[in-house]
């Protein structure tokens, strides 16, 4: 079983109310059990919402309380984030999951890149921290475009 950001999926949970559907995902997938996740959404933020971006530095300093995640208004949205990770990581673990598939970029999903806190666009190394919780417990994520390019040992022949 696949653990996937749900927006991936077409579901309309973006901050902007959107979906980040992804179709040479889908097409990649189309014979997995997908369980899709929205790490926000689970945490009771709703949608639409406004933007958030980790601020402040790497999301493993964000359960230290070093580092912030704010919205674009200046409002700090950390506990939701935290909440939503633990959220994911509990769904993880109670569904045996292979493989998470995470939005890149995301605050809360980012795998390998995220907004580096200055809502100017600009990405930086790191991941969001649902990604980041996944993989300090043994998780292995991806984010669409490493699956779709790099392929996986999970595809049916």
């Known amino acids: 079983m696949i653990l996937i950001s749900a927006c991936l999926l077409g579901y309309p949970c973006k901050y902007n ?12 997938l189309q ?4 369980l899709p996740v929205c790490p926000e959404c689970s945490a009771g ?3 639409p919402r406004y933007p958030c971006e980790i601020s402040g530095g790497p999301a ?12 674009n208004r200046g409002n700090d ?5 935290i909440a939503g990770a633990q959220n994911t990581l509990q769904i993880a673990q109670n569904s045996h999951i292979q493989l ?4 890149k970029n995301s605050p809360s999903c980012g795998c390998g890149t995220v907004y580096d806190g200055t809502f100017t666009g600009n990405l930086v190394a790191g ?15 991806m984010n669409e ?13």
């Not at 493993?60 to 919205?71: E, F, S």
């Not at 949205?77 to 984030?81: G, H, K, P």
């Open 17 to 28: 109310g959107k979906s980040n559907f992804h179709a040479p995902l889908m097409k990649k």
């Open 31 to 34: 014979k997995q059990i997908l």
């Open 45 to 47: 933020l709703g949608t």
């Open 60 to 71: 493993c300093d964000i359960w230290t309380g070093k580092v912030k995640i704010i919205d």
């Open 77 to 81: 949205r950390t506990a939701s984030f």
């Open 100 to 103: 998470a598939i995470l939005k």
């Open 127 to 141: 991941n969001g921290i649902t990604a980041e919780l996944l993989l300090q417990h043994g998780f292995l994520v």
């Open 145 to 157: 475009d490493e699956y779709v390019m790099e392929g996986n040992i999970f595809e049916s022949n």
